[in-house]
C-alpha cells in the first residue's frame, strides 16, 4: 500500500468504532463484520469480498499495539495538514517541516514501508492472510488439528494447521508461508478461532467450571456425589449439611493444563426444589415445615432492609 493511502485511510471508520476503542471492543467489531462478510457465506459477492479485505487490512492495523500507535500519529498529522499531497517524493503541495520528532526520529515513508511492508526496500514478502475456524470446547481445551481448504489468489490450498491445548475464544494461531504469495517469499496466515459452548462445561482462566444439580435431601442433610469429568472420569464431591444454592466446591487438578500448571474444576451447587410432592414426600415436607416453623429465615433479612 502507498504511504498516501495509509493516510488518507480511515481504519477506525472502515471497522465502525471510535478512534479510542478498546483492543477488546475492535477485536468484537471486527469478528462481527468478518463473520457477516467472509467470501466462504457469500460466494459471488464481489462488493462484500471487497468490504472483507478492507476490513482485514484494518484489523491488521488496529490489532497490533505498536502498528495503530504509529499509524495514529501518521493520521493526525495529515489531519492538521501537515502531511504532503503528492506522496513523499517531492512536488507541489508537500509539506517542508521538520520530521525528526516524529515517530522515534524516523522517516515517515519507513513508518508506512513498516505498517505495509512498501517502501523502496526491494522484494516484499506476501499479504498475510486471515480467515476463521469454529473448535469444539473438548478440543479448546486438549488442542486438536484444523485442517482448512483456502481459496488463496483464485487457488484452492490445503491447510494443516495445529491448534495448542488451552487456547480460548478468540484466539489466534499462525501458519508460518501460508498467506498471499510475493517476490521475497509468502505471507503467513492467521487463523482465528471461535470456541464451541459445552453444555455442561465452562470455562474461567484455567479452570473448569460446572454446575451441579443436587436434591433438597442432598442440601439438608449432606451427601457424596457422583459428577463426570471432562476427561470421561467421574469424581465424589462432599455435599456437607446445609449446602445453599450457589455454593461452589473445587476439584484440585481437573481444570485445564497449560505449560507445568493445572486448574481445578469449580463445582458450583444448584439445589432442585419438586415442582410436585405427593404421597409419602409431602407428608415428609409438611412435618418439616412444622418442625421448623419457630425459625425465622427472613429475619436478618428485613433487618438488612431498613440500613
Known sequence: MAARDLYEKDFYKVLGVSKTASADEIKKK???????????????????????????EAYDILSDAKKRAEYDEARSLFERGGMPRNGFGGGQG????????????????????????????????????????????????????????????????????????????????RVKGKGAPGEAG????????????????????????????????????????????????????????????GRTLRVKGRGITKGHHTGDLLVTVEVQVPRRAEGKAEAAIKAFAEATAHEDVRKEFREQAQQ
Open 30 to 56: 471486527y469478528r462481527q463484520l468478518a463473520r457477516d462478510l467472509h467470501p466462504d457465506q457469500n460466494k459471488g459477492d464481489a462488493t462484500k469480498e471487497e468490504r472483507f479485505k478492507e476490513v482485514s
Open 94 to 173: 508537500q509539506y517542508q517541516g521538520d520530521f525528526s520528532g516524529l515517530f522515534g526520529g524516523g522517516n515517515p515513508q519507513d513508518i508506512f514501508a513498516n505498517l505495509f511492508g512498501g517502501g523502496r526496500r526491494g522484494p516484499r514478502k506476501g499479504q498475510d492472510l486471515q480467515t476463521e475456524s469454529t473448535i469444539t470446547f473438548r478440543e479448546s481445551v486438549y488442542g486438536t488439528t484444523l485442517d482448512l481448504r483456502l481459496s488463496i489468489e483464485g487457488r484452492s490450498q490445503q491447510v494443516t494447521a495445529r491448534v495448542p491445548a488451552g487456547v480460548q475464544d478468540g484466539a489466534k494461531i
Open 186 to 245: 509468502p505471507g503467513d496466515l492467521f487463523i482465528f478461532l471461535h470456541v464451541k459452548a459445552h453444555p455442561i462445561f465452562g470455562r474461567k482462566g484455567e479452570n473448569l467450571t460446572m454446575t451441579l444439580p443436587i436434591t433438597f435431601a442432598e442440601a439438608a442433610l449432606g451427601a457424596d456425589v457422583k459428577i463426570p469429568t471432562l476427561e470421561g472420569q467421574e469424581v465424589t464431591v462432599r455435599i456437607a449439611p446445609g449446602t445453599p444454592t
